[in-house]
């Protein structure tokens, strides 16, 4: 398993025949006080499997982290690698909305993704600190 996109953006979706779509990617955000509390925006990974991965379950974990290390979210779940065609890797998107997140101050955030214990990718995120 290896993850193809780690980004942050302001909505993720999935279309017609299963297209991923993801609109208006950032790797920052400009903030004029703190705290500031975000409305909305996603994290979003695409995960890309193995053909001899079909079937099994896995456990994957998502979480920002500031500066110090401290999560301000997390997600762990369980998912079923679907079993795809005959010699064909399979990719799956797996989108998280987060609503009302709270930046206490400015600083590079890191999504962190694992998988086993083990970080399989990351993505920072920047809040700057942009007075009026």
Not at 51 to 73: K, N
Request: hydrophobic letters at 40%; aromatic letters at 10%.
């Amino acid at each position: 398993m290896r993850v193809t996109i780690c980004k942050f953006c302001d909505y993720a979706g999935t279309l017609k025949g299963d297209k991923g779509c993801l609109i208006g990617m950032f790797d920052s955000i400009s903030v004029a006080q703190f705290p500031f509390t975000h409305p909305r925006f996603h994290a979003c990974v695409e995960l890309d499997f193995e053909p001899t991965e079909g079937g099994t379950a896995m456990v994957i974990e998502v979480s920002l982290v500031d500066d110090d290390g401290r999560p301000l979210f997390s997600f762990r779940h369980e998912i079923t690698v679907p079993i795809g065609e005959i010699g064909r890797n399979t990719r799956m998107m797996q989108d998280y909305a987060i609503d009302h997140l709270v930046f206490e101050r400015a600083g590079t955030y890191r999504l962190d993704v694992r998988w086993q214990g083990e970080s399989i990718a990351e993505e920072r995120l920047f809040v700057v600190h942009t007075p009026r």
